[in-house]
Every structure is written in structure tokens, then in C-alpha cells.
């Protein structure tokens, strides 16, 4: 039975930095893509960054680009996503999630995601 579980969000003022981290409990790791999606207080669920093919491409939302890095470790089947000069906009519950295709351009649409972990908080005063 596989399953994420995200862990390293809190609270920090902004300009601050966090890092993330999903773990990946299944034994094919590699043969997954992997995002976070994020969800602020009476909004929907929007796609931060992701992987978005086989080779391992990668894209970012807009909003984060620049900002944000997300890296997938295939050895320590771990997700992680560092968070630099966060902004009060950025608060939310960060989710990390998994797909058995790489889904390219639509990569943030939730839907495309048979796998979550339960969420982490980040807060940005």
C-alpha cells in the first residue's frame, strides 16, 4: 500500500524560506511523477510544481517560478520542494501528490492524481 507523507511546513515571516519533503512509501518510486499542489483558506486547489514527463522536466506555477524548487530523489524515494522568498500568498496547505503518468502541460490539474499525502501548513506573516 503506498503513501505519501509530507512533513517541514510552519510558519515563517515573509522573505523567509521552508523546505518541504514528501515521502514515497512504494518500492517504484521512479516510475511515478510527482507534484505539490497547494490550498489557501476558501480557494481551490492549485498546482505549484511538478514533474511533467518521464525524463524528469520539470514546471513550476507561474506564481513560484523563480522562487520555488522542487526536486525528486529516486534513491531516498523523496519529494521535496524549497520555498524561497515566500510571500503571505503563499500560505496554505501544501500537498504532495503522484500520478502513474507524466501528464505534461495539464500537470496542475488535481484530477490527474491517484495518490496524496495528508498536507503540511505553511503560514507566511
Known amino acids: 500500500h503506498v503513501q505519501l507523507v509530507e512533513s517541514g511546513g510552519g510558519s515563517v515571516q515573509a522573505g523567509g524560506s521552508l523546505t518541504l519533503s514528501c515521502k514515497h512509501s512504494g518500492r517504484t518510486y521512479n516510475k511515478w511523477c510527482m507534484a505539490w499542489f497547494r490550498q489557501g483558506s476558501g480557494k481551490e486547489r492549485e498546482g505549484v510544481a511538478a514533474t511533467v514527463t518521464a525524463g524528469g522536466s520539470i514546471d513550476y506555477a507561474d506564481s513560484v517560478r523563480g522562487r520555488f524548487t522542487i526536486s525528486q530523489d529516486n534513491a531516498k524515494n523523496t519529494l521535496s520542494l524549497v520555498m524561497d522568498y515566500l510571500r503571505p500568498e503563499d500560505t496554505g496547505t501544501y500537498y504532495c501528490?503522484?500520478?502513474?503518468?507524466?501528464?505534461?502541460?495539464?500537470?496542475?490539474?488535481?484530477?490527474?492524481?491517484?495518490?496524496w499525502g495528508q498536507g503540511t501548513q505553511v503560514t507566511v506573516s
Open positions: 501528490a503522484a500520478s502513474g503518468y507524466c501528464w505534461g502541460t495539464t500537470w496542475a490539474n488535481p484530477s490527474r492524481y491517484e495518490l
